[in-house]
């Protein structure tokens, strides 16, 4: 069954801690994404990566770390200097090229600060 | 900017069909409208996409018009499954082969029984 899966799908974390967000697709797109989703909001971008081994940081990156060993893989570390993390965390991949980069998007993952 | 505007809300009677517009009056000659949705705690859901010809596929139709300054995207019989909100995008390129879509707050769509 083909397609993006993020866990877990409800993540608690404590004050001062680092907590890591997992987004594997069997798709074999290049690209990667991670969102950010507030309450009422669309989504904002945090990361991208469009090839293994590089990554850039979208619009809200501070707090945030990424990385891209496997193509499969970008996972989401929410590090403890990111003040505000309770939110839903999107992870979306794409193919690269001409004409229409379709992104494909997971189930999410819903982050709370205890 | 999302580069998008749409109504923040519509209703739509089951059966019928559920015209959801947008404008994009600042789209440029090769940017591509997308359209998502999202059912309330999911993730968002690709409905279709287009450049300057009419889409249909079998979620719903794309509309654009000829100066590309609005499009309306149609779901031909709305279920109460369709009830979601649903983000009209601009798909920007951002440099290096890479594109971004930034989403607005879309249009919530209600399907009433």
């Known amino acids: 069954d083909g397609g993006i899966t993020q866990s877990p799908k409800y993540l608690f974390r404590k004050e001062g801690q680092n907590v890591t967000l997992s987004c594997e697709q069997n798709l074999n797109h290049d690209a990667m994404y991670w969102y950010r989703q507030d309450p009422g909001q669309g989504l904002r971008l945090i990361y991208y990566s469009q090839i293994v081994n590089d990554f850039q940081k979208g619009d809200i990156a501070e707090g945030y770390s990424v990385s891209r060993e496997k193509k499969e893989s970008f996972p989401l570390t929410v590090t403890s200097a990111q003040k505000n993390p309770t939110a839903f965390y999107l992870c979306a991949s794409s193919m690269m090229g001409q004409g229409g980069e379709t992104q494909y998007f997971g189930p999410g993952t819903r982050l709370l600060v205890l | 900017d999302a580069k998008t505007t749409q109504p923040t809300s519509m209703d739509c009677a089951e059966g019928r069909a559920a015209n959801l517009p947008c404008n994009h009056s600042?789209?440029?000659?090769?940017?591509?409208v997308y359209w998502y949705r999202q059912i309330h705690s999911q993730g968002p859901q690709y409905i279709i996409h287009g450049l300057k010809n009419n889409e249909t596929n079998e979620m719903a139709s794309l509309i654009i018009t000829e100066d590309r300054k609005s499009s309306t995207l149609i779901l031909p019989h709305a279920t109460l499954r369709d009830t979601a909100v649903y983000y009209c995008i601009v798909r920007v390129y951002s440099g290096a082969g890479s594109y971004q879509l930034t989403f607005g707050k879309g249009t919530k769509l209600s399907v009433i029984p």
């Open positions: 600042t789209i440029s000659g090769n940017e591509y």
